[in-house]
Nanobody, 123 residues
Framework: QVQLVESGGGSVQVVGSLKLACLAS????????VGWFRRGAGKEREAVAA???????RYENAAKGRFTASKDNAKNTLYLQMNDLKPEDSGMYYC?????????????????WGQGTQVTVSS
């Protein structure tokens, strides 16, 4: 059974940084496409970044230049380094995984989700 557990969220001030982690079990980051998504208050869930099985990475426009997604296959852990954080980055951040993903930045392709970790950016 696939389980994903996020950690690393918290409260930071604007332009601060956070590094999120997602520990995966029952799956492998070499056989699954993995993604980071977020949901802000009153907003739809949206993509942040996705890592394909071949290690290619895609970012949503809002994350480009500020966020860096990575993975450690030996630890079966995904990371999301977030720099220059803005209040609009606040929300619940989720990692997701699946073996067959036609559109890596579309949440509808992912069957496995973590419980999320809260990020709050204050000005």
């Amino acid at each position: 059974q696939v389980q994903l557990v996020e950690s690393g969220g918290g409260s930071v001030q604007v332009v601060g940084s956070l590094k999120l982690a997602c520990l995966a079990s029952g799956t492998s980051s070499t056989t699954h496409c993995v993604g980071w998504f977020r949901r802000g208050a009153g907003k739809e869930r949206e993509a942040v970044a996705a890592i394909y099985k071949n290690d290619n990475i895609r970012y949503e426009n809002a994350a480009k230049g500020r966020f860096t997604a990575s993975k450690d296959n030996a630890k079966n852990t995904l990371y999301l380094q977030m720099n220059d954080l803005k209040p609009e980055d606040s929300g619940m951040y989720y990692c997701a995984a699946d073996t067959v993903v036609a559109s890596a930045l579309s949440p509808t392709w992912y069957d496995y989700w973590g419980q999320g970790t809260q990020v709050t950016v204050s000005s």
